[in-house]
């Protein structure tokens, strides 16, 4: 079946999550899209000084694109900027955890499927770091957000395996079975790892109000690191990978100590 040109042309909104060199001229980059989730596209002349495209296509920018279904990839006719980030160029900090929520994004969800609100958290998430909101508060809302969106939310409010309520004392977090134990239950992952009561807290809150209810809590060096290796930890065990961005995120880190503020 053939179709006409027409037929191959689409217009769709899109956040840049990668881009690598093609041939002489070329790029071919990864994007997260309004309407079909993530495509890989290509944008032919790209490097060339002249490239009316190129400038626009950087990482993180959020575009209007106008494509043309192609054999193999889509190609970009046109682009249009929506969102182009500046700061996040100039801001080492906010660059690696806009890296992190792109890494994410491309290796938790699958080709040409439409995901709108994926689509929604990473725009915002995105803008908000480039306005200079506290990374850390941002990066923890993005990686619950998305786990949650795609079907991963982990059980922070009872125990996972025997659904009683927990205490308010310190309890076990385990990534393999995706929430907290009681302390009954504790048992039943050595690995899992001791979150504070303030942790658990700072993670129901996020969970159950959102961002703007967690802004104002300063958790203390110690507490950003359980919470830090509890999310980091289930994100490795759902993708079932190790993600380069949170190496570089944690190296970024010093290493707090316990009492450190
Ligand atoms: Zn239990």
Not at 147 to 176: E, H, K, M, W
């Amino acid at each position: 079946m053939t179709h006409s040109f027409r037929d191959r042309l689409y217009r769709t909104n899109a956040i840049v999550l990668q881009i690598r060199d093609f041939g002489e001229a070329d790029r071919i980059l990864v994007v997260f899209t309004q309407g079909h989730g993530k495509i890989s596209i290509i944008v032919k002349g790209a490097r060339k000084a002249r490239s009316r495209m190129g400038p626009y296509l950087d990482y993180f920018s959020e575009v209007a694109l106008h494509l043309t279904r192609g054999r193999d990839l889509d190609v970009v006719t046109s682009v249009t900027t929506i969102h182009q980030h500046p700061n996040l160029r100039t801001d080492i900090d906010a660059f690696g955890h806009a890296a992190h929520f792109a890494e994410l994004v491309r290796d938790l969800t699958q080709e040409r499927q439409e995901n709108p609100r994926v689509y929604e958290l990473l725009s915002s998430s995105l803008s908000l770091l480039n306005d200079g909101i506290d990374p850390w508060h941002i990066a923890r809302h993005f990686e619950l957000g998305l786990l949650i969106t795609l079907g991963y939310s982990p059980q922070l409010f009872r125990c996972v395996t025997c659904q009683r309520d927990l205490d308010a004392v310190p309890n076990r977090f385990s990534s393999g079975l995706g929430g907290m134990l009681c302390d009954l239950c504790a048992g039943q992952d050595p690995s899992a790892m001791l979150l504070s009561i303030n942790a658990q807290k700072y993670l129901r809150t996020l969970s159950r109000s959102g961002l703007g209810s967690v802004i104002g809590i300063k958790p203390s060096a110690f507490e950003r690191n359980e919470i830090n290796q509890a999310m980091s930890s289930y994100l490795r065990h759902v993708g079932e990978r190790d993600f380069n961005s949170l190496r570089v995120l944690g190296a970024m880190q010093r290493a707090p100590t316990p009492g450190a503020v």
